[in-house]
T-cell receptor, first 113, second 112 residues
Framework: DTAVSQTPKYLVTQMGNDKSIKCEQN?????MYWYKQDSKKFLKIMFS???????INETVPNRFSPKSPDKAHLNLHINSLELGDSAVYFC????????????FGDGTRLSIL | DQQVKQNSPSLSVQEGRISILNCDYT??????FLWYKKYPAEGPTFLIS?????DKNEDGRFTVFLNKSAKHLSLHIVPSQPGDSAVYFC???????????FGSGTKLNVKP
């Protein structure tokens, strides 16, 4: 059973399009995250939700909008895609509280043509 | 401004020997540190952690050492095995806040 699953695994699209990435976790965790891994391989946090409430919102263009319909799902919608959005996006989840390791999905590789 | 740095992009070690992966951080508010292991086309997998009240944590072949005064931590793998070949990420979080800052990773190659 996949603990944190994200779809699609690969996404190739053109500049200016709108796309969504979905994430689901079956670990019963209260907190979910979106990370972006850029070309320099750093994993940078974008958003975090706890029980459907936004708790971390890094300096991310407002073209990126996370949505959490319930605590098991955290989707990422991206409007007006730009070349610089090409990256691998990882979803993760953890129990609430501090000092909690995160469980990651396998990533979505987004390529903008 | 990267607050967590892994200055060695790659490391090659012979099977059976020790692998030492290093990580430096700049933020003195960091209180909790983790190592993740990542295989190609997969997400990072949690390996081992250490809180700032300790200077060493051991789990089987994996030991993490923390030197707070130097703002440095290291991961020791002994003995190294070919299956340990992966990218290892160091991450750190401030006190009481589950927000992690990641390094850029070190690719470990364990040669049979």
């Amino acid at each position: 059973d996949t603990a944190v699953s994200q779809t699609p695994k690969y996404l190739v699209t053109q500049m200016g399009n709108d796309k969504s990435i979905k994430c689901e976790q079956n670990l019963g965790h209260d907190t979910m995250y979106w990370y972006k891994q850029d070309s320099k391989k750093f994993l940078k946090i974008m958003f975090s939700y706890n029980n459907k409430e936004l708790i971390i919102n890094e300096t991310v263009p407002n073209r990126f909008s996370p949505k959490s319909p319930d605590k098991a799902h955290l989707n990422l919608h991206i409007n007006s895609l730009e070349l610089g959005d090409s990256a691998v996006y990882f979803c993760a989840s953890s129990p609430s509280g501090s000092n909690q390791p995160q469980h990651f999905g396998d990533g979505t590789r987004l390529s903008i043509l | 401004d990267q607050q967590v740095k892994q200055n060695s992009p790659s490391l090659s070690v012979q099977e059976g020997r020790i692998s030492i992966l290093n990580c430096d951080y700049t933020n003195s508010m960091f209180d909790y540190f983790l190592w993740y292991k990542k295989y190609p086309a997969e997400g990072p997998t949690f390996l081992i952690s250490i809180s700032s009240i300790k200077d060493k944590n051991e789990d089987g072949r994996f030991t993490v050492f923390l030197n707070k005064s130097a703002k440095h931590l290291s991961l020791h793998i002994v003995p190294s095995q070919p299956g340990d070949s992966a990218v290892y990420f160091c991450a750190a979080s401030p006190y009481n806040f589950n927000k992690f800052y990641f390094g850029s990773g070190t690719k470990l190659n364990v040669k049979p």
